[in-house]
RNA sequence: GGUGAGGUUCCCGAGUGGCCAAAGGGAUCAGACUGUAAAUCUGACGCGCAAGCUUCGGUGGUUCGAAUCCACCCCUCACCA
């Protein structure tokens, strides 16, 4: 790392996609420890790979001994953001968002340290200063300072306002206020001179730069980060079998490393840029070897080991490996009963035949057991596969006219040392059957 | 409150009495090719191994037969007040 500064940094990687005065920004990081935040409002039980991005960024002002703050909306998650969102949401009961709070607390706690002296990390709840606001004063203190033509000009609503067929509740739009409170009363109590957030967070931070100016006379600064893209305009960070959370019981180490492992060559120089702290020298070396070298690049590899080991450690990412080695190397006959063992342990999605079917695991087809381990929706795609010889079972083939053979094919006689089924369904999904 | 437009299978979107489990596209899954890529080609794609069963906002009705017609209700949007 040489003579960078952050903000060089952050903008080599591509991690600016706005920011207030770059020079003022510039010179006021400079002058020393700077206090931000970046919110993240609880709309499930786990943040998801959607907020990595802002939760990585606050840990690389920390490195740079700036003091982050993450705030968790315990507030503004029973409002909804509207911003570029296509449609008004539901709305979550109290104490849902409640309970979504403390996760969330946890979760954004392991990205930043807590123990490093004056620019320690703090998590906030947006909450705790607006729950007792009462209505009138809110309007006449708080609400005054925002023009509504303003607000409607504003381009993360436009598509609601402008678009025939939707609309958004005053509820809703009102959201936009409570975040520009949260930035000015941060600034007010905690110092706190800069918030950062996703592109679509733009609107809401200038609001609270506004605010901060107006009620605290302090100039604040905001940064936002790019949304995630990827190459072939599907979505960034959904699967066939759905988001990819955070949280380990939500989606394993093991699932995790693989949908790095999985990123499109076309997105992955890019990706190591937002997701690593590998230096950008490093990665554009990675680059150009993989460019000379023919076959199957190296920088996925990079990618999914640096990202496991930041989100579920050295631990984590070693489970991760020893699976995807396991079951990818081709060799699962080398597989000892330990390694069998620690395959269920390290995330393998796994079912105990016997104790699911028992008896009656003679009629129960090959799609019925095989949707039920999760390696399917619906019996139809095992059925193709099962016509495909796509179904792979300890290493053996087998076709449609099994279907209705799971007793003979989990017999004992069959199994690894006499109880496991290492099962494939097409080239990456496996799970591992019991008995 | 008034007027108008709508609510179709994961999404978009056709379908206005039988030929509709419902066109087309997207997404997704599987196969070939590969690098556990991309692109391309092939097949699947409501549920069910199958016989068969259940869908087109909801409830009732008309009809031999309804996603399609009628009534009421719920919801969304736009404009007007």
Redesign the pocket.
Same mark, same amino acid.
């Given at each position: 790392m040489s003579e960078m500064t952050l903000l060089q940094d952050l903008q080599a990687r591509g991690l600016v996609a706005q920011m207030t005065s770059e020079e003022e920004l510039e010179k006021h990081l400079a002058e020393g420890s700077v206090s931000l935040y970046c919110g993240f409002d609880p709309t499930a039980d786990s943040l998801h790979i959607g907020s990595l991005v802002p939760l990585l960024t606050l840990k690389r002002f920390q490195e740079y001994g700036h003091k982050p703050f993450a705030l968790v909306g315990g507030a503004t998650g029973l409002i909804g953001d509207p911003s570029f969102k296509a449609q008004?949401r539901k709305l979550n009961d109290d104490a849902t968002v409640a309970g979504w709070v403390e996760k969330l607390k946890k979760q954004v706690s392991q990205f930043v340290n807590f123990d490093s002296g004056e620019n320690s990390a703090e998590v906030v709840n947006n909450l705790d200063w607006t729950q007792n606001v009462d209505v009138l004063a809110f309007l006449r203190d708080v609400g005054k300072h925002f023009s509504v033509n303003q607000m409607i000009a504003k381009e993360s609503v436009k598509q609601r306002?402008d678009r025939?067929?939707?609309?958004?509740?005053f509820t809703e739009f009102t959201y936009m206020i409570l975040q520009s409170y949260d930035f000015q009363q941060l600034n007010a109590e905690h110092g706190v001179t800069l918030q950062i957030g996703g592109s679509d967070q733009w609107g809401n931070i200038t609001g609270g730069i506004e605010l901060s100016r107006r009620k605290n006379g302090n100039q604040v600064f905001g940064l936002t980060l790019p949304l995630i893209t990827k190459s072939? *305009?599907?979505k960034f960070g959904k699967?066939?079998?759905g988001t990819i959370w955070l949280d380990s019981s939500k989606t394993s180490p093991y699932a995790f490393y693989?949908f790095w492992?999985?990123?499109?060559?076309?997105d992955?120089y890019r990706f190591l840029r937002y997701f690593t702290f590998l230096p950008v020298a490093e990665i554009d070396r990675i680059d150009e070897e993989d460019a000379q070298r023919q076959?199957?690049?190296e920088a996925?590899g990079v990618l999914a080991r640096e990202v496991t080991r930041l989100v579920h450690g050295e631990e984590g990412l070693a489970a991760a490996e020893r699976i995807?080695q396991a079951?990818?190397s081709g060799d699962t006959a080398a597989l000892s009963e330990d390694d069998y063992r620690q395959l269920a342990q390290d995330g393998l999605p796994s079912t105990d035949v016997k104790a699911a079917y028992g008896d009656t695991l003679a009629?129960t087809?090959l799609?019925?057991l095989l949707?039920d381990a999760g390696m399917?929706?619906? *019996?139809?795609?095992?059925?193709?596969?099962l016509?495909?010889?796509?179904v792979v079972i300890n290493g053996q083939a087998y076709g449609?006219e099994d279907?209705?053979k799971a007793a003979e094919i989990f017999a004992e006689a069959n199994a690894r040392f006499g109880s496991y089924f290492l099962v494939k369904?097409?080239?990456?999904?496996h799970c591992l059957l019991t008995i």
């Open positions: 008004e306002i025939e067929g939707e609309g958004i509740s072939d *305009g599907t699967t066939e079998s693989q492992l999985s990123t499109a060559d076309a992955v076959g199957r690049p996925q995807t079951l990818f009629e087809p799609t019925t949707v399917a929706n619906s *019996g139809k795609q095992i059925k193709d596969a016509q495909r010889n796509a449609a279907n209705m369904v097409g080239k990456k999904k």
